[in-house]
Every structure is written in structure tokens, then in C-alpha cells.
């Protein structure tokens, strides 16, 4: 898919995959990782849906995986979907010259675009950050998916180098992660849609919120979609077709607010020792609640954690269930 091309069906829902672990951790599970992606492929068939599918991302725990098992999962992944919906594969190094090379094997096997974090470990100037981007850019044909993770780098990304960024022929999607609402105003002001497809990669919420600047963000990441992709798609339909808030909003307080609550609660029973301020990550528990109902949702397989994270309790496994439940998922 043309770089161009890419950026015109960037929107909609954006699952970004959990990556399904054998029960000693030691192994993915590939066969189980197609199931859950055909799972999303055919929910997308059926009229027609927004889906983007975003895969070895920081959510599929990319981190924890040999340079190997990420590529096995991005080609996975791409053969599964066959071309029905465009594939995003994270192809994330903390060096660009590492970048480069799983740049190039996505798209080798067919991906349709690279999404690469903000270098994480050492954080570059912002000469060198535009640098980075720019070799990944040149070294590839497909498009490139800006990643502005302040969580995991310590860096974000602001309008202005944003704008800048998306002069660049092939960058031509943002993933946005940062908490702060003047940013997303700032960047829907400062880039054009013709260069820039805007997508919140912190969820539903902040969908909502940042699709009232004049409805530029056009779609956004999330792990609920996973395993309830007709919830995440009912509040991108509210917005994005019918541009109707109220709606959007009581879907938020019904449907995604408790799930949010329950996993604040089993973060907050854990000692936290991230020094990031509330808003911009730091300990994450989502990952194992998602794949807690991945495991509970019929047809799917969610899996353990790989270490350093770790899983939910069977006693907050039931509490998943009794909350997926009163929401209407499971």
C-alpha cells in the first residue's frame, strides 16, 4: 500500500494486539495470535468497518521479544489479514540503524506501514530526533506511523516538530500518547491533513476528548478492541459518523468506565515505583486485564504476561468477569 493510500484509511479503531504467550511464557503462540487477528479481520469485513490492526507494539510486549519473535509476529500478522485491513507493525529499536532493519523486513513481508517510537534509553536532541525519523523514512517505501510515546521515552513530540515531521514524504501518521489537550488543539492546527493522519493512542477517552477539535483525530489505539471491538466501534461511530458527543460520552460512563475503574483499582493494590506524574504512564497492569479477557471472551486466547510484568490474580480474574459482564462484553 502506497504511503498516501495508508494515510487516507488511517482511521477508525486501531487494535493494537496483545501478543499471546504459551502458558510457560516461553514461547508465542502463533496459531492463537492468527485466530485473535482473523477475529478482528472478520469483525472488520462486516460492513465494511474502520479497522486498522496495529501489531508488535509496545501492548504486545514487542520489548520482551527476541528480534525473531517480532518478526514472526508482524509476519504472522500480515498473512493473516491478507490485505482486508491495513497492518501497522511497530518496528521500534532504541538505535535508528536497528529501526532501519525491522523497517525494511515490514516491509518485506507486506505491512503496510512502520510505526516507530520516540528512541527510548538515551533521549536525542530534537535535531537528532528529526534525523532519526528521517533515515527510517529514506531507508523505506511504505509509510511511516510516528509513535509519541512520552511514557516509555521521556520525550514527546510537539506540534511544531510534528508538522515538520510530516513533511516528510512517507510519515504520514501520527500516534499521539501524549495527556496534554493543547497538544492535540496545537497539532490539529499545525498539520495539514493532506501530509498527517492524527490518531489518540491512549484509547476511548481521549478520542472523545481530542475529535472536538475539529474532528482531525480520526481514529485511535486501544487494547479494548481487542476482545470488544463492537464497544470501541460504537464510540468512534458516535463521533466520527454521527458527530454526536452525548452519545459518545454515555458510552464512555457506562460501557469504558468501568473497565478503566477496575484497572486503576488493581494498580493502585501494587506498589508503584515509576517517578513519571499521573497522565503519563509509568506501571502497567492493562496488558494482563487484557489478556485476563481475552481469555474470557469465546474464541480468543489472551495468555500470561512476560516477565518483568506481571498477571492479575484469579480473584481480580472474577472481578474481570463480573465487570466485562455487567458492561455487556462477555
Known amino acids: 500500500m502506497k ?19 504459551t502458558k510457560d511464557r516461553n514461547s508465542v503462540d502463533l496459531e492463537a495470535l492468527k485466530k485473535n487477528t482473523l477475529f478482528l479481520v472478520d469483525f472488520a469485513k462486516k460492513g465494511n468497518k474502520d479497522v486498522v490492526i496495529m501489531t508488535n507494539g509496545s501492548t ?3 520489548y520482551a521479544n527476541s528480534i525473531e519473535e517480532q518478526k514472526s509476529i508482524i509476519k504472522t500478522v500480515v498473512d493473516a489479514v491478507d490485505g482486508a485491513v491495513p497492518v501497522i507493525a511497530g518496528v521500534s529499536q532504541a ?40 533515515a527510517v523514512a529514506e531507508a523505506i517505501g511504505i509509510g511511516i506511523m510516528i509513535y509519541n510515546n512520552v511514557a516509555v521515552s521521556a520525550a514527546n513530540i510537539d506540534a511544531e516538530l510534528t508538522a515538520r515531521l510530516s513533511k516528510i514524504d512517507n510519515i504520514v501518521a501520527l500516534k499521539d500518547n501524549t495527556p496534554i489537550a493543547e ?49 470501541s466501534y460504537a464510540i468512534y461511530e458516535a463521533v466520527e459518523k454521527e458527530r454526536d458527543f452525548v ?20 494498580a493502585a493494590k501494587r506498589s508503584k515505583i515509576s517517578i513519571l506524574p499521573a497522565g503519563y504512564g509509568g506501571a502497567y497492569i492493562y496488558q494482563t486485564v487484557g489478556k485476563a479477557a481475552m481469555d ?29 459482564e455487567k458492561v455487556g462484553v462477555i
Open 296 to 324: 474470557l471472551a469465546e474464541g480468543l486466547y489472551g495468555g500470561p504476561c512476560r516477565p518483568p510484568m506481571e498477571d492479575i490474580t484469579n480473584e481480580e480474574k472474577k472481578e474481570l468477569a463480573a465487570v466485562l
Open 60 to 62: 504486545t510486549e514487542f
Open 247 to 266: 452519545k459518545a460520552h454515555e458510552l464512555l460512563v457506562n460501557r469504558i468506565a468501568p473497565i478503566e475503574a477496575m484497572t486503576r483499582k488493581f
Open 3 to 21: 504511503p498516501d493510500e495508508f494515510r487516507k484509511r488511517c482511521k477508525g479503531i486501531l487494535p493494537v494486539q496483545f501478543c499471546p504467550y
Open 183 to 231: 497538544e492535540w488543539f496545537l497539532k490539529t492546527t499545525l498539520v495539514k491533513p493532506e501530509d498527517m493522519a492524527l490518531c489518540i493512542g491512549t484509547a476511548e477517552i481521549n478520542y472523545v476528548s481530542a475529535a472536538a477539535f475539529g474532528f482531525r483525530y480520526h481514529g485511535f489505539v486501544t487494547s479494548i478492541g481487542n476482545f470488544a471491538p463492537q464497544l
Open 95 to 134: 538505535g535508528t540503524q536497528e529501526t532501519i532493519k525491522m523497517a525494511r523486513y515490514a516491509e518485506k513481508v507486506g505491512a503496510d506501514c512502520a510505526m516507530v517510537v520516540t528512541p527510548y534509553y538515551h533521549t536525542p536532541f530534537r535535531e537528532g530526533l528529526y534525523q532519526h525519523y528521517k
